[in-house]
């Protein structure tokens, strides 16, 4: 039975090239990566591989997450440019389509700021956060 290793947060801080972080989905779901970490050492594998790797009793996670188009950009009333950057959807039952976002401007606009947004959407600050709770 292989030894279980116990991983603290500094086995994760290590430099990954951007060269070696997909960037866009396999051609094919079959030609998706994977890591083997049951060995001594990290090994590349094949999706491919995973049926040989699972042993009777393993417990096999699902994650369906997506990605979402976080950096988005637009314009204050002014006319200068904005780019926000959306940390979380917040699920809130009052506020439906609500963010936390960091906004990136030259003059922060007032709260109640309708903002027009690249692909022809608005967007209203609400407040500022954290201070006082305002998601986007």
Not at 30 to 37: E, F, I, M, V
Request: hydrophobic share 35%; aromatic share 6%.
């Amino acid at each position: 039975m292989p030894q279980q290793r116990t991983y603290t947060l500094s086995d994760f801080d290590f430099h990954l090239p951007e060269t070696l972080i997909a960037q866009h989905p396999a051609p094919e779901r079959t030609g998706s990566r994977l890591l083997d970490g049951t060995g001594s050492t990290p090994v590349d594998r094949s999706f491919t591989d995973l049926p040989q790797l699972l042993r009777t009793g393993d417990l096999l996670i699902f994650n369906d997450t997506q990605v979402i188009k976080a950096r988005l950009f637009g314009n204050k009333p002014s006319g200068g440019r904005l780019e926000l950057l959306v940390e979380r959807v917040l699920h809130e039952p009052d506020t439906p389509n609500t963010v936390a976002a960091h906004m990136k401007v030259s003059k922060k606009p007032a709260i109640g700021t309708v903002l027009q947004m690249d692909g022809g959407f608005t967007a209203t600050l609400l407040g500022r956060w954290p201070q006082a709770n305002g998601p986007l």
